[in-house]
């Protein structure tokens, strides 16, 4: 027996309260990190991105002057 789309909906229950209650049973599952881990993290992430950017900057420099006298 086939069931109407209709009786499907009210089976299945409404989709914005179904997914917000399926996103709070997720994140109940979340291990999440120390505060000292978090840090730690973060710091890296500056550090490297800080490392990076002089890195992108020196070879700006570089390539600038080496155009320069190309030119």
Do not use: C, H
């Not at 979340?30 to 070879?59: C, H, M, Y």
Request: zero cysteines; a positive charge.
């Amino acid at each position: 027996m086939s069931t109407t789309k209709q009786e499907e909906r009210k089976r299945r229950g409404n989709p914005v309260s179904t997914y917000f209650k399926g996103a709070y049973a997720e994140m109940r599952k979340v291990t999440w990190p120390s505060r000292e881990e978090t840090w730690r993290k973060a710091w890296t992430v500056i550090g490297f991105s800080a490392v990076f950017a002089v890195f992108l900057g020196v070879l700006d420099f570089i390539l600038n002057k080496a155009l320069e006298i190309i030119l």
